[in-house]
């Protein structure tokens, strides 16, 4: 009797490991599998957006396995008669000594949890941190890289990210100033600009409205200022407002409209 029990608690001590990790591959398998039909669709998203969804789905799978791992490996302990409940009161200790070596790390991957579930930015989003402004390049769980206009990648740790300004969150304005001299006729002006406007409506690259016409804003001392604006996609002002300078110098040099620069007079004393 006791070579029975003998041989059928080796058997259990063979057979149950095997079973044990057996069980946590399928329902890894299944969980996966439920996570992932579970997920937002990213092939339908847009591309702003994929990567939040991917990073997302990704930890919830990261975070299943190593349960599994954690869960199939104390079973096993147990079945070999490990006192399991020491090894857990343990881990509470050693856990507790690891979160104070990786505070640092784990105050990275909530702020990177909560930059992505709160959509803060994504990559693709122009940003600026601590007076660096560039496109959000990479958004990982512990890093966030930017990349200016020159090159230069900036790596920040998430959890200093707490002072961000996103730029790409809603469309901007390209607004240009136009000097015309004192001599031209604030009437004809008027009108060039108004007929100018329409000519170049819907040529304006990245535009999102029409051209407006703001009016005669400022008299300054070598000419009068009008204002002119059009609502363009996010960050795209810049090569809006260098097309509109260029087409409303050209155009109104066609209508014999003198268009000129603020002069500063210098003078040299005796």
Not at 126 to 145: H, N, Q
Not at 228 to 251: C, D, N, P, W
Request: net charge positive; glycine share 6%; proline share 1%.
């Amino acid at each position: 009797m006791k070579l029975f029990d003998a041989i059928t608690l080796e058997l259990k001590q063979i057979i149950f490991p095997i079973v044990y990790v057996a069980i946590g591959f399928v329902v890894y398998y299944l969980l996966k599998k439920l996570i992932n039909k579970l997920a937002p669709k990213t092939k339908k998203m847009k591309k702003n957006h994929r990567q939040r969804a991917d990073t997302m789905r990704i930890v919830l799978i990261n975070i299943t396995k190593y349960t599994i791992v954690v869960v199939v490996t104390l079973a096993i302990l147990a079945n070999f008669g490990v006192n399991v409940k020491s090894i857990v009161a343990g881990l509470g200790i050693t856990t507790a000594l690891l979160g104070l070596a990786f505070q640092d790390m784990a105050k990275d991957i909530i702020a990177g949890v909560s930059i992505i579930t709160e959509n803060q930015f994504d990559v693709g989003d122009t940003i600026e941190y601590d007076g660096f402004m560039g496109e959000v390049v990479f958004l990982g769980l512990r890093t966030t890289r930017i990349k200016d206009y020159r090159g230069a990648v900036k790596i920040i740790a998430n959890h200093k990210l707490d002072n961000v300004i996103n730029y790409s969150l809603n469309n901007y304005l390209a607004i240009i100033d136009v000097g015309v001299s004192y001599d031209e006729d604030p009437d004809k002006v008027a009108t060039a600009l108004e007929e100018i406007r329409k000519e170049l409506n819907g040529k304006v690259p990245n535009a999102t409205g029409d051209i407006e016409i703001w009016g005669l804003d400022d008299f300054e001392e070598s000419n009068m200022k009008y204002r002119i604006a059009v609502e363009t996609k996010s960050m795209q002002h810049y090569g809006a407002q260098r097309f509109l300078r260029s087409e409303f110098k050209k155009r109104l040099d066609e209508r014999n409209i003198n268009v000129t620069c603020q002069q500063i007079e210098v003078t040299h004393g005796k």
